[in-house]
């Protein structure tokens, strides 16, 4: 079936503008995650999704960066005001249930994002 | 929280040679450690994982070993091959919904 989806695969844009990351998890999906990576680095937690509860919005680094998902399904990494530092790649995961809660927990990663902020 | 380590950042084997991997962590609680690859501009893909009942697993020429009293866990690929070249990153679940990852180990294998 089809597998994570992540539109645009790249982005260009001016410092101070907005920009939106879309992220199609696998159907089905409960879970939702989205990640930072920067050129050479790990993957750096930012926010998850779990069904229809509150996300856990505790590694977004600043209030310019902010998520939403609708309908359980679809989500929206928005970042405002962008920044040379938030270049990099962003990439969403899904997973039938949320991390450390069992079996279905395996995430399933996207293409990813590559910003880049000029 | 979780605090996991992987070594080496850097791994360079010759065809056919083994490649070994190792993490550790601090979360006595967690219980499932995934390994992932990730290609030059690829996505990280899941190659093999554990559960923290089990001791060894095996997948072809891939394996992952746990030892949960030490706290440690390892990726031991045999027989590499030069598509074998990638970065690999740990995970461990620890006690939250949120999992930790290692900071990745860029595997060369030269022809």
């Known amino acids: 079936g089809a597998g994570v989806s992540q539109s645009p695969s790249n982005k260009v844009t001016e410092k101070g503008k907005d920009v939106e990351l879309r992220c199609d998890p696998i159907?089905?999906?409960?879970?939702l995650y989205w990640y930072r990576q920067s050129l050479g680095q790990g993957l750096e937690f930012l926010i998850y999704?779990?069904?229809?509860?509150?996300p856990d919005k505790s590694g977004l680094p600043s209030d310019r960066f902010s998520a939403e998902r609708t309908g359980g399904s679809v989500s929206t990494l928005t970042i405002q005001r962008t920044q040379q530092e938030d270049s990099a790649v962003y990439l969403c995961?899904?997973?039938?249930?949320?991390w450390g809660t069992g079996k279905g927990e395996t995430q399933y990663f996207g293409p990813g994002t590559r910003l880049l902020v000029l | 929280g979780e605090n996991v380590e992987q070594h080496p950042s850097t791994l360079s084997v010759q065809e056919g040679d083994s490649a070994v991997i190792k993490c550790t962590y601090s979360?006595?609680?967690?219980?499932?450690f995934p390994w992932y690859k990730q290609e030059l501009g690829k996505r990280p893909q899941l190659i093999i994982d554990?559960?923290?009942?089990?001791g060894e697993k095996k997948d072809q020429r891939i394996a992952v070993t746990l030892n949960k009293t030490a706290k440690h866990f390892s990726l031991h690929i045999t027989e590499t091959q030069p598509e074998d070249s990638a970065v690999y990153f740990c995970?461990?679940?620890?006690?939250?919904?949120?999992?930790?990852f290692g900071r990745g180990t860029s595997l060369i294998v030269h022809p």
């Open positions: 995961a899904s997973s039938l249930v949320v």
């Open positions: 979360d006595s609680a967690s219980n499932y």
């Open positions: 554990i559960r923290s009942n089990v």
């Open positions: 995970a461990a679940s620890g006690g939250s919904y949120i999992p930790t």
């Open positions: 159907s089905g999906h409960t879970a």
């Open positions: 999704f779990q069904g229809n509860s509150a």
